[in-house]
């Protein structure tokens, strides 16, 4: 059967953000308002910032600015994992950081406890569920990765456990499963724009002033503070926090280490009975295979199936568009590999197709910084995990914009900048073929070639 049938229904527009318990949004900044904290931006970063900054300091007057509605973008249209790695994934950070990375790895921990405490502290109803993580091997090659993984986390306090295929398959039923790790407390699934309007909700009852539709233009020092311009009104601010992610920063100085990068997900209709015994899942891990150019995967509450990832597509200049959001090759390319990876579900439907821009460095996890004479803070670049780590990277922004040495302010990670991308046209051609490169790798038995294993070297790199 032609895996477009599968689509014929599906709806453009995010499946979470498709909920009847959709906040109405508030109103538009007009006029002039001063506080002591300005915060740019209604993803998760933004939010997390707001709140954190009340309740150090509830006397702190905080006001929130979103240029559409808060968690419109990449926070309430993603994937729904929320992982403890602050360093995207232990490989990376044992790469980057391996002085730092049992500091890290609990301090990751301890953020994602945070998260969790905080969605029952503000009564937050997000289909939490910390049900943690299967990375699975669809290749006989990925296998040996999955051990090698498993033996470098032992020291580290890390327990996976690597399952073989008739395990894994015993866990999630497919015939392209080869063998699994599961991370069985490091990785929460929740409702994303559930937890984005619930840390929204928590912001006003601690006092925070949100304004939507209110896009910031532009930033400029105002004798001791900051002045920023809507598109009717202004902000006197002591302090800002930046959190706008894939879209233009207004710190010129920081657009070269970003890029936004399109990733692309459906959702299933739900599954019933027969179905659900067909695949087993009963214990609703989140799932991710081990290539490359990877695929996500996850149950919803309502037994449906998230399923994303593969294709990473960067537009020549970083433009972010509205019309980028639908892809119909790549919705058609993930429906064929969904039915490969469940032959049993055939003539299951997809009722919603959607993407969006996420935002990318080029060593895969947050960065911060100061500007303006210390009074704007920012963390950017998340790279896919930020549904948990954002928490982090506001707490680190604070910490910044007071002045305070922390451990956290004094990681290295935290101090040192990734490398920022090239010009365009070199930009767009270097990552062209970073993607080429990746796909090659997925069907060579993941031998890398000399472009990889440069990029590697310099620790750059790109994946989706």
């Not at 302090?239 to 399109?262: C, G």
């Amino acid at each position: 059967m032609d895996p477009a049938w599968s689509l014929k229904d599906a709806q453009p527009t995010p499946y979470w953000l498709d909920d009847p318990g959709r906040p109405d949004p508030l109103g538009t900044l007009v006029g002039s308002v001063n506080c002591d904290l300005l915060v740019v931006g209604g993803g998760y970063s933004g939010l997390w910032t707001a709140l954190i900054a009340k309740e150090r300091d509830p006397s702190l007057d905080v006001v929130l600015v979103e240029g559409h509605e808060v968690g419109w973008a990449a926070s309430g249209r993603n994937g729904g994992f929320c992982a403890a790695s602050l360093t995207h994934g232990f490989g990376n950070g044992l790469q980057r950081w391996p002085e730092e990375l049992p500091q890290l790895e609990k301090l990751g921990a301890d953020n994602l406890q945070a998260i969790e405490q905080a969605i029952t502290r503000y009564r937050i109803d997000c289909d939490w569920e910390r049900t943690g993580e299967l990375d699975v091997a669809t290749e006989p090659y990925q296998i040996d990765w999955l051990h090698q993984v498993a033996e470098q986390v032992t020291p580290y306090g890390i327990d996976l456990t690597v399952l073989g295929p008739d395990e894994v398959r015993a866990e999630v039923d497919s015939p392209t499963f080869l063998g699994g790790l599961w991370d069985r407390d490091g990785v929460a699934m929740v409702h994303p724009a559930k937890l984005v309007w619930g840390l929204r909700q928590a912001c006003l009852q601690q006092g925070v002033r949100i304004f939507e539709h209110t896009r910031a233009t532009a930033l400029e020092h105002n004798g001791s503070g900051l002045a920023v311009r809507t598109p009717y009104g202004k902000v006197f601010a002591r302090r800002a926090a930046l959190a706008t992610n894939a879209f233009p920063s207004l710190v010129r100085r920081i657009r070269p280490f970003i890029v936004p990068v399109y990733d692309y997900a459906l959702m299933t209709e739900p599954l019933d009975e027969q179905q659900l015994a067909a695949i087993g899942w009963r214990n609703r891990q989140g799932l991710g295979d081990s290539a490359n150019q990877f695929h996500y995967f996850r149950l919803s509450a309502d037994n449906r199936i998230l399923w994303g990832g593969y294709d990473a597509v960067y537009h020549y200049r970083g433009r972010v568009r509205s019309e980028h959001d639908q892809r119909p090759e790549t919705f058609r390319r993930l429906a064929g590999h969904f039915f490969r990876t469940f032959p049993q579900l055939e003539g299951l439907r997809f009722t919603h197709a959607w993407g969006g821009a996420i935002d990318t460095c080029t060593r895969f996890t947050a960065f911060h910084g100061t500007s303006h004479r210390g009074k704007v803070g920012y963390a950017a670049g998340y790279t896919g995990l930020g549904v948990g780590a954002t928490r982090f990277g506001a707490e680190v922004v604070l910490d910044l914009l007071a002045g305070e040495r922390t451990e956290r302010t004094e990681l290295r990670m935290v101090r040192e900048k990734p490398l920022p991308f090239p010009p365009e046209p070199f930009r767009w051609a270097g990552i062209e073929l970073t993607k080429w490169s990746l796909d090659r790798a997925d069907h060579r038995a993941g031998r890398r070639n000399l472009w990889l294993r440069a990029m590697d070297r310099f620790g750059l790199g790109f994946d989706s």
